[in-house]
């Protein structure tokens, strides 16, 4: 559970739209913005400028700006150095992304961060590989595709240890199927993508048996 956080910080989390979700309802809502991009996930230069505006509405109490986004463009990171360092009276920033890397070392450097990410409970993906079909694969793969490499390893893993708990038979080479993933991972192949063959491939073997 997270708790109401009073300074500027930076959060990293699994879900953005869920964190808000319990965020904001701790925060007095005439005092509290979100900014982030409507249209895609990414942070631009158009939502830092309207957060520096945001920022120099005078306030006589605290103000909660929330800046989200999956990725934050180089440049709106840049505009927001200044105001991030020296804020307005009573100007909270917090900073919701996925991952510590769409974040500059020069931000990480002005505000504490909060590492909030969770990791995936081996063997409990919402996936039943015995009768999965390609709706229950594009939705899975829906839900999981801003993950992370370790994160991505982590399923692989869930997906094998599923397959054994549903003794599900499969060929040594459907088996290869789970280390050839786990090493196109450490080569940094994307993760939605290895993870898209990885169960389009158990469900083709699947279907053939």
Sequence with gaps: MLDLIENSSILIVNDIVSTLEELLPKYPLHSTRVIKNEEKDEFLIAQATLAIKEAYIATNSKKYLFL?????????????????????????FIIITNSKTAILPTIYSRLPYKYLKKSIIK?????NISKMDLKDIYNFLKDNQKISKNEAKDIVEAILLKVNSQKIKLSQKELDFFSKS???LELNSRPINVLTTLLLSIANQKNKH
């Design 123 to 127: 063997n409990e993906i919402p996936l």
């Design 182 to 184: 786990i090493k196109l």
């Design 68 to 92: 989200c986004g999956t990725t934050f463009r180089k440049e709106a990171q840049n505009s927001l150095l200044k105001v991030l360092e020296e804020p307005p009276r009573n100007i909270v």
